[in-house]
């Protein structure tokens, strides 16, 4: 059979084998989080403003690697519910700055101890040497021309 018929081999994909760890990953985190009503997404969106104060869209898309047009409405959402507030930058009119209100912090005190579980419970499975060897290796991965960019642990 010649290369070009020959099945694909899906198990040998990265990008599927990737994807496919991903969901399970979210999963586990997932299911930590659902006692206090968050996906693993919405945490991180809570833990990234809780570290810095508050961003732009556009800034906090970028920090979480998540489409803008996705954070715009994750975001709005939040807002919906009373965990964030959007409001105009007081430097540049055109861009919007989000913060957490006192029961977005509250929720991501509530939420904290569940994620250090996930974490926690992810090492167990997996072991902390290789958990690190896999933020490391995901750290210095290439990906076309550029190189995936991502905060140290």
Not at 14 to 34: G, V
Not at 45 to 52: F, I, K, S, W, Y
């Amino acid at each position: 059979m010649s290369p070009v018929n020959q099945p694909l081999g899906i198990d040998q994909c990265n990008c599927f084998a990737m994807r496919k760890a991903s969901r399970q990953i979210s999963r586990l985190y997932d299911s930590h989080l659902e006692p206090v009503g968050l996906r693993i997404t919405q945490f991180l969106t809570l833990a990234a403003l809780n570290e810095v104060g508050s961003a732009a869209v556009n800034e906090l898309a970028e920090r979480l690697d998540i489409e803008r047009t996705a954070m715009g409405k994750m975001v709005g959402f939040l807002e919906r519910d009373g965990f964030v507030t959007i409001k105009p930058s007081p430097t540049d009119g055109r861009s919007r700055l989000i913060e957490l209100t006192k029961e977005g912090r509250r929720l991501h005190e509530r939420a904290a101890p569940l994620w250090r579980e996930a974490q926690w419970q992810f090492e167990q499975l997996n072991g902390a040497e290789n958990v690190q060897a896999l933020r490391q290796g995901l750290r210095e991965m290439v990906v076309g021309d550029v190189a995936v960019r991502s905060s140290e642990d």
